[in-house]
C-alpha cells in the first residue's frame, strides 16, 4: 500500500512543470509584455498573455480588456513598474510588481503564472493592493 501511495505522488509530480532556472525572467517577461499591450490598447496581444481558463471566463479580447479596465485600472494604466521577489508555489509561479499609476499613486499585483503544456508561461491570476503610499 505505502508503494502505492509513493508511486502515485511520483506520478503525479510528473505532470507538474518543475521550475526552470530562466523562470523568474520568462515570467517578468510576460507580465511586461501584458502591460505594454494594455499601454498600446492592443486586445489581442493582452488576451493572448492570459491563461486558458482566464480566457474561458473572459472569451473575447474585448471583454477580457474591458474587465481589465474596469476592475485593474493600476495595471491598465501603469506608469512605472519595478519587480519584487519571485517565488514559487507548488506548480504556479508568483511574482509581485510595485506599480506606479499615471496619478502617482502604489500599487502591489501579485500575479500567478503557469507554463502551459505548450511550454509558454501564461498569466493565471493577478491581484491588486494599495501599495505604501495609502494617504491619498
Given at each position: 500500500m505505502r508503494r502505492l501511495v509513493v508511486g502515485l505522488v511520483l506520478?503525479?509530480?510528473?505532470?507538474?512543470?518543475?521550475?526552470?532556472?530562466?523562470?523568474?525572467?520568462?515570467?517578468?517577461?510576460v507580465i511586461?509584455?501584458?502591460?505594454?499591450?494594455?499601454?498600446h490598447g492592443d486586445a489581442v496581444s493582452a488576451y493572448g498573455f492570459a491563461a486558458p481558463s482566464i480566457q474561458t471566463i473572459f472569451p473575447s479580447p474585448e471583454r477580457f480588456m474591458s474587465m481589465v479596465m474596469q476592475g485593474y485600472a493600476p495595471v491598465y494604466q501603469a506608469k512605472d513598474v519595478a519587480f519584487g521577489?519571485?517565488?514559487t508555489e507548488?506548480?504556479?509561479?508568483?511574482?509581485?510588481?510595485?506599480?506606479?499609476?499615471?496619478?502617482g499613486r502604489s500599487w502591489i499585483?501579485?500575479?500567478t503564472l503557469e507554463r502551459q503544456s505548450d511550454g509558454s508561461l501564461k498569466i493565471t491570476s493577478?491581484?491588486?493592493?494599495?501599495?505604501?503610499?495609502?494617504s491619498a
Open positions: 506520478a503525479g509530480c510528473l505532470h507538474m512543470h518543475p521550475a526552470r532556472a530562466d523562470d523568474a525572467a520568462d515570467v517578468r517577461a511586461t509584455g501584458q502591460m505594454q499591450a494594455f499601454r521577489p519571485f517565488t507548488g506548480g504556479a509561479l508568483r511574482q509581485d510588481a510595485f506599480i506606479t499609476d499615471r496619478e499585483a501579485s500575479y493577478c491581484a491588486i493592493r494599495r501599495g505604501n503610499d495609502v
